[in-house]
């Protein structure tokens, strides 16, 4: 996955809690097998109206066209453990979400995904979001080394991830990835092995 050290991006605002992963991504977009092509999809049903002509929502906005950080309301990502809700929300251009709280799982996924998500207290999603309503092109600055964000005006704050997720994203390592951090070491162990267990799994 791509590495996320520091990133600035326009801002999206979703003013609504529990969103869930239905809501982000409907069941009837599903029956792909890739982890690409889920990002028109996203919000469907809020995007657009019964006859998919395009409803009164911020993703059609062309304000924020273009945006990678969404700030949403508290519980973000509940219901079903669905991972095609973090590859919808990537594929789209998000690389960061904000919120009061995230759904458990919906935050693994996220993170498995190489998407950070940020926990701020609620004043301060609040803030985010009236600023994204009210300023023309609004950006924040992410930075996951020092872990703070901040804008153009001033503002900043601190924010905290587990360790190992944060080496994760600014390393870019998957779980494949963390594997093969230690290929040297299993090709070693590999060629100590007897020759009769190397030919078995080798017949596999």
């Known amino acids: 996955m791509q590495p996320i050290r520091q990133h600035e991006g326009l801002v999206v605002p979703l003013p609504r809690v529990n969103v869930d992963t239905d809501q982000i991504i409907p069941?009837?977009?599903?029956?792909?097998?890739?982890?690409?092509?889920?990002?028109?999809?996203?919000?469907?049903?809020?995007?657009?109206?019964?006859?998919?002509?395009?409803a009164a929502f911020v993703l059609n906005d062309s304000a924020y066209r273009g945006g990678s950080i969404l700030v949403a309301g508290k519980n973000f990502g509940c219901g079903s453990s669905r991972e095609h809700a973090a590859w919808a929300l990537l594929d789209y251009g998000f690389r960061v979400v904000i919120a009061p709280s995230f759904a458990d799982i919906f935050a693994t996924n996220a993170f498995k995904n190489g998407i950070l998500t940020i926990t701020l207290p609620e004043e301060h999603v609040s803030r985010l979001m009236a600023r994204a309503a009210e300023r023309n092109g609004y950006r924040l600055v992410v930075d996951l080394e020092h872990q703070t964000v901040?804008?153009?005006?001033?503002?900043?704050?601190?924010?905290?991830?587990?360790?190992?997720?944060?080496?994760?994203?600014?390393?870019?390592?998957?779980?494949?990835?963390?594997t093969l951090v230690h290929e040297a070491d299993i090709t070693a162990f590999e060629a100590r092995r007897p020759q009769w267990l190397q030919a078995r799994a080798a017949a596999r």
Do not use: H, N, V
């Not at 804008?151 to 997720?165: I, K, L, N, Q, V």
């Open 150 to 178: 901040g804008d153009a005006s001033g503002w900043w704050t601190a924010f905290r991830t587990d360790d190992f997720r944060r080496r994760c994203l600014l390393e870019g390592l998957d779980e494949i990835g963390l």
């Open 27 to 54: 069941k009837q977009f599903l029956k792909r097998i890739e982890r690409t092509g889920y990002g028109e999809f996203l919000f469907y049903d809020w995007r657009y109206a019964a006859d998919r002509a395009p």
